[in-house]
């Protein structure tokens, strides 16, 4: 016989009506407590090491702190070393200034000493035959005559400081004095012949000196390497010619031509 039960049905509480679950309700029918209340399931909690995060920081801290010391410290370097290369150069510089500066005091102590020493000057004066030619020289030089006319003939006489050097076309001495026996023309006509020369390297020009006319040549010395001045001037019948072999005399020459006197 076939079996035909009924389905027992459950009591609801009176009120409430009564719900069916399906089965997807049921599958995610949260987990009720004890109370009727839902379980809350945590999720799982990753732990972070603190400890090694803030030794990453000081680290990295430590190492740009000691790339800065560094860049500081070799900057500090640099600059001290530019520094104490200014102060070196500096002092260098003015030690060499200041040894400059004695050297060109010193050299012109010297040379306003030896100015100094010339006075008073000395005065030389010629034979009288020859217009006795006269006038100042320093003191400090030496004279030496190397003919002085007694019989005729050219008077020649040297001047120099301190020692006359040997008479030759090749020494320098401060002052060479000649009174030709010839006339002024002919000796001018001597010295034009000369400049007339490509290689003479002499000039000339007409001047007034202390009351007398001069021919002054300037340049090369004929038949010598030498530079320096001379100057010709009629004397009677006579011609006088002064000579400095060097530059370095034409202050002294010239001042003593402004001291030059003879009869006429």
Same mark, same amino acid.
């Given at each position: ?10 009591? $609801? ?40 995060? /803030? ?16 860049? !500081?410290?070799?900057?500090?370097? &640099? ?33 306003? !000493? ?26 400090? &030089?030496?004279?030496? $005559?190397?003919?002085? /006319? ?38 001018? /006509? ?16 007409? $001047? ?20 320096? $001045? ?17 530059? /370095? !005399? ?15």
């Amino acid at each position: 016989m076939e079996d035909r039960s009924i389905p027992t049905l459950q009591s $609801v509480p009176s009120g409430q009506p009564m719900q069916q679950t399906s089965p997807q309700a049921q599958q995610f029918q949260p987990a009720m407590g004890v109370n009727g209340a839902p379980v809350v399931q945590s999720a799982p909690v990753v732990q972070v090491n603190k400890n090694g995060t /803030a030794s990453l920081v000081k680290t990295i801290a430590i190492i740009i702190l000691s790339l800065v010391s560094v860049t !500081f410290i070799g900057l500090f370097i &640099w600059i001290m070393m530019q520094y104490n290369d200014i102060q070196t150069g500096e002092q260098a510089r003015t030690q060499s200034a200041v040894e400059k500066a004695q050297y060109e005091q010193k050299e012109a102590d010297l040379a306003q !000493f030896a100015e100094d020493e010339k006075y008073p000057l000395r005065d030389f004066a010629g034979p009288a035959d020859y217009g006795q030619l006269s006038f100042k020289y320093p003191k400090t &030089w030496s004279v030496y $005559v190397a003919k002085d /006319a007694s019989s005729g003939g050219d008077y020649e006489a040297y001047f120099n400081p301190l020692v006359v050097e040997a008479v030759s076309d090749d020494t320098v001495n401060a002052l060479r004095l000649t009174i030709r026996d010839k006339t002024f023309e002919d000796v001018s /006509a001597e010295y034009q012949r000369i400049m007339e020369r490509k290689d003479s390297g002499l000039s000339v020009e007409s $001047v007034e000196v202390n009351g007398i006319t001069m021919n002054r040549y300037t340049g090369k010395i004929p038949n010598t390497e030498l530079s320096g $001045v001379i100057v010709t001037f009629k004397i009677r019948d006579k011609t006088a010619i002064l000579q400095t072999d060097a530059e /370095a !005399f034409v202050g002294d020459f010239d001042a003593l031509l402004q001291t030059i006197t003879f009869n006429a």
